[in-house]
């Protein structure tokens, strides 16, 4: 079980805005969905699915299950302005791997929102004792690559023309390891 | 002369300061949470020991002042439940401690940057824990005698 006993949790960005950081409840489809919806095209291009489709993130929301997929919600007002998702194994060789994704609204970065997320998904990792943390980023996505990599990510490697977006426009992707205590022990 | 507020030795108004600071009012650190951590990571960062003219004296007190301020995050790193920063605080004193003090090999500087650079990943964590945005030294860079300001970016 992943502890969640520290949401929700009040952060203060940059701008003096307070943010509230919290797992996602099945309630938050409309504000996770404008939030969604509002992203570049590039921020949306690792879906699997068409998240401008609302059915596609009432679905996720009616599906919840923290212990694989946790998605912690940062909530301005009644708005979403930032997402990170900590994505687990419970079996097999990647059970100690967790895999991030971070999605910054654009009028909320540079405000230091991204870090914060970053802090708490390796606050997360540390706590259900993953060995790594695995972020995929694209490489035109350098605020979020530097970002990553003063938190402790190091690039593991860069695949050229590895990544399509929705247009199929193909773009270099970025791939950074967090090593977490667990390997040291 | 150190501050007796957060104990660095800032620049302290009038005189020589530039800065400049409400009446009655002598450090840009008072009121601000992690007060001494925030101020003896910042007297490091524009220490002299960063500079092309630093001496070898500049870089023992840079690993000194630097020494310190591990042992103080570790003091308050004590009681708070964050094992990311723990694992950050390690490696600081890896990477101090893979230099003596008198060294004067360029990689010397090397693992004091990279000290430093965890300390204030650590202060950052104490600081988000907190619910506070992290720390800037170029918010402070004024009241050190800075030559320039590094980049700042954030996410």
Redesign the interface.
Known sequence: MIPLDRYP??????DDARVILRPMLPEDTDALWSFLRQLPEIDKSHFHEDVDRREVVERWATSLNYDAVLPILAIRGDRVVGTVTLYRNRTGWKQRVGIVRIL?SPDH????????MI?EV??L???VALNYLLAEVIEEQQ??V??LE???FEKAGVYRNFVNDREGHLHNLVVLLHP??GL?K | MNCPTCGADHISPPGRGRATLAFGKSCPYQGVPYTGLRAGHDQIYFGRWRRMDATSIDLRRGYHQLERLLRDIAVALETED???A???L?KAFEALHASGPGEEDPQVLRNLDHAL?YAH?VI??LL?EK????HSPADFAEWFDAGEVPFR???
């Open positions: 949790k009040e952060i203060t960005l940059r910054i970065r540079h405000l230091g929102l991204g870090t914060a802090r390796r606050h990792g540390e706590k605020s979020a530097r970002a003063r938190m402790g977490m205590s040291e | 964050i094992p990311a723990r694992l950050d390690g650079s990943r950052g964590d988000h619910g506070l945005p992290p970016e954030d996410w």
